[in-house]
T-cell receptor, first 109, second 113 residues
Framework: KNEVEQSPQNLTAQEGEFITINCSYS?????LHWLQQHPGGGIVSLFM???GKKKHGRLIATINIQEKHSSLHITASHPRDSAVYIC???????????FGTGTRLTVIP | DTEVTQTPKHLVMGMTNKKSLKCEQH?????MYWYKQKAKKPPELMFV???????INESVPSRFSPECPNSSLLNLHLHALQPEDSALYLC????????????FGPGTRLTVL
């Protein structure tokens, strides 16, 4: 069983649409990370959350610690948002990151 | 400077070759990581160095040998690899442990023939 589950696995959206990617985890965590990986490999850290909500430009990340759930929202999606979005959690006391399997987002012009 | 650099970008090697991957950061981070990523899979942690000491080795085969010469540099020495070791190898660094934001390098795409 994966400690981190993401949904959906694949998502296709029209440009301008509001997008939500979900992440559920089963362990106690110190922090949750949202990462973006473009084709070609480079990974960019988007957010690190331990509670509440963070916003950066068109991206919003929320976390509900009690429900062990986080969401990543993209407003006014654009083709350049096309990438794989990965949720990762730092399990309390484990000194390790557990990764979800990623959500492949394609935004069509 | 918020960049993690990795060299080479691409590497093709035979099963009897010895090669090394290099990673460098100048952000003053005290933790550095090696990840292996197969196609369409999430990264898998291989090694963590914290304050230049190996703190986690996720039971990686001995044909992979990490080295941290100083706090800015991380090497991964490769010897007698198998074709199934072909993957993208990612380096990352963070100020403290995995709970801190990790900065990733662009990766080295390794092909073992």
């Amino acid at each position: 069983k994966n400690e981190v589950e993401q949904s959906p696995q694949n998502l296709t959206a029209q440009e301008g649409e509001f997008i939500t990617i979900n992440c559920s985890y089963s362990v106690g965590i110190s922090a949750l990370h949202w990462l973006q990986q473009h084709p070609g490999g480079g990974i960019v850290s988007l957010f690190m959350l331990s509670s509440g909500k963070k916003k950066h430009g068109r991206l919003i990340a929320t976390i509900n610690i009690q429900e062990k759930h986080s969401s990543l929202h993209i407003t006014a999606s654009h083709p350049r948002d096309s990438a794989v979005y990965i949720c990762a959690v730092d399990q309390t006391g484990a000194n390790n990151l557990f990764f979800g399997t990623g959500t492949r987002l394609t935004v069509i012009p | 400077d918020t960049e993690v650099t990795q060299t080479p970008k691409h590497l093709v090697m035979g099963m009897t070759n010895k090669k090394s991957l290099k990673c460098e950061q100048h952000m003053g981070h005290r933790a550095m990581y090696w990840y292996k990523q197969k196609a369409k899979k999430p990264p898998e942690l291989m090694f963590v160095y914290s304050y230049e000491k190996l703190s986690i080795n996720e039971s990686v085969p001995s044909r992979f040998s990490p080295e941290c010469p100083n706090s800015s540099l991380l090497n991964l020495h490769l010897h007698a690899l198998q074709p199934e070791d072909s993957a993208l190898y990612l380096c990352a660094s963070s100020w403290g442990g995995p709970a801190d934001t990790q900065y990733f390098g662009p990766g080295t795409r390794l092909t073992v023939l």
